[in-house]
């Protein structure tokens, strides 16, 4: 038996396979300090928790309903016309376990051989693994340096096809943090308005924001019934082993994409999407503490990437990542990752692993304490006399 060749398409998620050398050399007995996997390492809010508890005391341990628990989509409805500035209802939320079947889901029903989807690179590589996957053909999009890893508008629309079917973008933005400005938002929605095109609009990191507004596509003219948005728990909340996620998008796509839940995973935990409802409606200083923190380890990392010879770190506006230009080591991006690995114990991804432009970059995540960052850097340090020749 083999499999079908179109499985040779699919990509992985760098991040877990460095994890697993980590954890390797950690058995035996190496020390490691892990920048490498984007996972808030505070605990889920212990209200979120206890709502999780009540909801199993309560029986929610049985099958729901496909779209999602009617009284979490009301509750998302709420929390995304809010946020936003737009008006969805409950008929327009997906509710699905995570933020990568809305990803998965868009992508099956709207593309197929032959067509386009314009993604960001450096990015999320499910993005371009999934494009490939459905057969049609993956367009990247450089987000640079220059611009705060924003994307250029005129070099957009250039890119643009009649075959273009999908345009994907990370707002706050993984692996650099960039956010798009919105006069870009703006100039985006008046290219796109007017053309047979979707956009998916991940927006899973729209909380963890330093300065600045992130602003949703989905908010400009025109561009609500042409727009998905993908939000979800995971980084907010801290809840990525509750996988909770959703999707926003218009009633024709909804019921293409609840096909896909029955096809797939027949319904989200009944007893996570009643956490759901409590993250959302119930206090949020868990958030607002997380977030001064990260703001905090931003800082401080950023400070000392940039005092390491060979290191160029810009300051991030989201997110909790800082991709900083290493091509001053004249060390290869992929070399210099697997040297602080296994010689700095320092576990972070190479640049490339997120797409061509980020050959010359490291990803590293700040989802640890301010001690282990400030030990790592120390350790980077030790190891730059290698290159700092």
Sequence with gaps: MQLVDKMATIGVESAFDVLVKARALEAQGKSIIHLEIGEPDFPTPKNVVEAGKKALDEGWTKYGPTQGLPELRTTIANYVSRTRGIKVGPEH??????????????IIALLQAGDEAIFPDPGFPIYESMIRFQGAKPVPMALREKRGFSLDVDELKDKLTPRTKLVILNSPHNPTG??????????????????????????????????????????????????????GFSKTYSMTGWRLGYGVMPKW????????????????????????????EGPQHDVDKMVAEFHRRRDAIVQGLNSIPGFRCPVPAGAFYVFPNIEGTGVDSKTLADMLLYEAGVACLDGKCFGAEGDGYIRFSY??????????VERIRILSPKWAK
């Design 93 to 106: 939320i997906c509710v699905v376990p995570g933020g990568k079947p809305i990803m998965y889901f868009a």
């Design 367 to 376: 989802a640890n304490s301010l001690e282990n960052i400030l030990d790592a």
């Design 253 to 280: 796509l909804v019921d293409a994409v609840v096909k896909l839940m029955v096809n797939s995973n027949s319904c989200t935990a009944s007893f996570t999407q009643r956490a759901g409802i409590e993250a959302l």
């Design 178 to 231: 960039g956010i798009i400005p919105a006069a870009d938002i703006k100039a985006l929605a008046n290219i796109l308005r007017e053309r047979d095109i979707m956009v998916l609009s991940d927006e899973i990191y729209s909380r963890i924001i330093y300065y600045g507004t992130p602003v949703s596509i989905a908010a400009e003219e025109g561009m609500l019934d042409k727009t998905i948005i993908l939000d």
